[in-house]
């Protein structure tokens, strides 16, 4: 049996990953500790198999049987010994052909969604759910299982149907028939904070791919750290399901570059090669080969011909991925869109429409299904029912092994544990530098660093890197080296000039530990518009990703307006669960990184100067934490003339023109509004207390886009900033010209007050 130590773990790891979900935690049931040993599997080495582009022929499968054989390539060759243990064909036919109608009926209900993808896929989600991966339906946290990814999130409803026939609490067969309804749990994507057992948010193409090497850098990252010869604590694969429209986006392309350059073996990934986009057939816009690319990516590539009903070929494809441990797999699986479907197989209209009810009876005659809608067959029910028990004994023995590995390696097992839980270490937060007025004047991109270099030596899950600016954006952590192919145990992530990948993958290293895994990514402010996308996702799906942006205005100067960004600071702002955090000088950026990694469910955004910027007095790491906060005021009863207020490298410029006002005899007082989104989540009494409503003599100023600030400075206020783009030139003829002084700050105050 496993010790009261190990069963604590994976408690603690059940209850915080069902605190994450909260909309959820009363359909979870706590994971039962049996002991049991799994059967283990074995693999065997077979030659490395090649794969020519796809001709130009159409498949004819809308009626069930093989697919068509393409000339010039070599299929997976079937093997006698399957990767797990396969029930008969006629079981798996029938399981199969159950997912296809759970999908197909919950669409049909919804009267929305897409069946194609699911009625296509099934013959892979069955085999990677009954017969390969690892997991627990009982505790779909449980930290050593297999991930999955559906990265064509569109897919979904094959996902839900693999979920409710494996036994996860999370969908019930009244979740299926509300696919797609207001409160459900089986939205129309994934969503990993709506439904446990979805591990990441995919809907986005290729954000699912780039999610998913995050998670398998994330296991080779912890596996160099904490196995050893004796105990390989670490031990699990991610696989991912990937259509042609991921093949399309550049993101899928940057991600599988550094998956094929850091050789992630236990990445495997399922080409869905269907040749069918929105449009129709794919030759009208992709025509390249797939195989070479990935080939030339450093990937081992596997060609499955009959995706339809060649379940052999799938499970030796696995078994040839698996033995392969140096590179990531791609095993293109060849299937028709809709399989089964008699007038609707292999065309656009089954993408993204419900079969209508003439056609799915058409399929139902055609697959021999003679089935109530959402109805799932006895003798399949009992063939899955199988997983639970199985999952939690799997878990059982897991943590076992977990307690022998505590009792030998105490230091490792106290780190992993900290990162399987979340658990941030006891005091922390004082490793962050504090900084006086005295201290140098520094840029904050700098003091970032010293930030960052203090994080690391205090937690353990802390790592992350830039997309090949790591020298300017002053991210590299000094302790530690390059996370490579055969350095994975190294915390500096170098992820080329690749911000769209990057940000999604440190999305999947965030979410394979929620809390105890704390990426960051760094680049130029500006060039977040090449990664929106996945700074988006990472909102939404709740990833605790530091995104830590330099060269944040137009004080980079001469590389001029290409490199400056204006707009990028209120279009955060408005963008939902997301900390914009534009810090003024050393005590604000540390305060800026405590509120980082304080929030694991929400990703921040640090704003950072190039040029140097004094250290404030009155700044605070504890005032960060408030959002907005009073740093100077000579003003008394709560009723200054005049309120100037600041964010990052303009607080200065605020302060400077209160020095001014204040000679003159005027009350003024100075805000730092460092974070918007904070300031929003303070009480009332603390706001009025900063901004008074009586004071509407108020005055911003900020390096951007004046967008928005009118809700902090109300209609008679005044808001100093930029509404068109910069230009190229030195940082203080271009903060003169654009009327960004403390001249200019000193003649608003006096205009309002």
Known sequence: MASSTSLTLSQALLARATSLHQSSTDRVSLATFTGLKSSSTTTTTTPLLSSSRRAANRRCAALPGPARTRPGAVKAVSVETAVGQAADTALVEKSINTIRFLAIDAVEKANSGHPGLPMGCAPMGHVLYDEVMRYNPKNPYWFNRDRFVLSAGHGCMLQYALLHLAGYDSVQEEDLKSFRQWGSRTPGHPENFETPGVEVTTGPLGQGIANAVGLALAEKHLAARYNKPDNEIVDHYTYVILGDGCQMEGISNEACSLAGHWGLGKLIAFYDDNHISIDGDTEIAFTESVDKRFEGLGWHVIWVKNGNTGYDEIRAAIKEAKAVTDKPTLIKVTTTIGFGSPNKA????????????????????????????????????????????????????????????????????????????????????????????????????????????????????????????????????????????????????????????????????????????????????????????????????????????????????????????????????????????????????????????????????????????????????????KGGYIISDNSSGNKPDVILIGTGSELEIAAQAAEELRKEGKAVRVVSFISWELFDEQSDAYKESVLPAAVSARVSIEAGSTFGWEKIIGSKGKAIGIDRFGASAPAGRIYKEYGLTAEAVIAAAKELS
Not at 346 to 374: I, Q
Not at 465 to 472: H, K, N, P, R, T
Not at 579 to 600: I, Q, S
Not at 602 to 613: N, T
């Open 346 to 625: 292999n065309s656009y209209s089954v993408h993204g429409s419900a079969l209508g009810a003439k056609e799915v009876d058409a399929t139902r005659k055609n697959l021999g299904w003679p089935f109530e809608p959402f109805h799932v067959p006895e003798d399949v029910k009992k063939h899955w029912s199988r997983h639970a028990p199985k999952g939690s004994a799997l878990e059982a023995e897991w943590n076992a092994k977990f307690a022998e590995y505590e009792k030998k390696y105490k230091e490792e097992a106290a780190e992993l544990k900290s990162i399987i839980t979340g658990e941030l270490p006891v005091g922390w937060e004082k490793a962050l530098p504090t900084y006086t007025p005295e201290s140098p004047a520094d840029a904050t991109r700098n003091l970032s660093q010293q930030c960052l270099n203090a994080l690391a030596k205090v937690l353990p899950g802390f790592l992350g890197g830039s997309a090949d600016l790591a020298s300017s954006n002053m991210t590299l952590l000094k302790m530690f080296g390059d996370f490579q192919k055969d350095t994975p145990e190294e915390r500096n992530v170098r992820f080329g000039v690749r911000e769209h990948g990057m940000g999604a993958i440190c999305n999947g290293i965030a979410l394979h530990s929620p809390g105890g895994l704390i990426p960051y990514c760094a680049t130029f402010f500006v060039f977040t518009d090449y990664m929106r996308a996945a700074i988006r996702i990472s909102a939404l799906s709740e990833a605790g990703v530091i995104y830590v942006m330099t060269h944040d205005s137009i004080g980079l100067g001469e590389d001029g307006p290409t490199h400056q960004p204006i707009e990028h600071i209120a279009s955060f702002r408005a963008m939902p669960n997301i900390l914009m955090l534009r810090p003024a000088d050393g005590n604000e950026t540390a305060g800026a990184y405590k509120v980082a990694v304080l929030n694991r469910k929400r990703p921040s955004i640090l704003a950072l100067s190039r040029q140097k910027l004094k250290q404030l007095p009155g700044t605070s790491i504890e005032g960060v934490e």
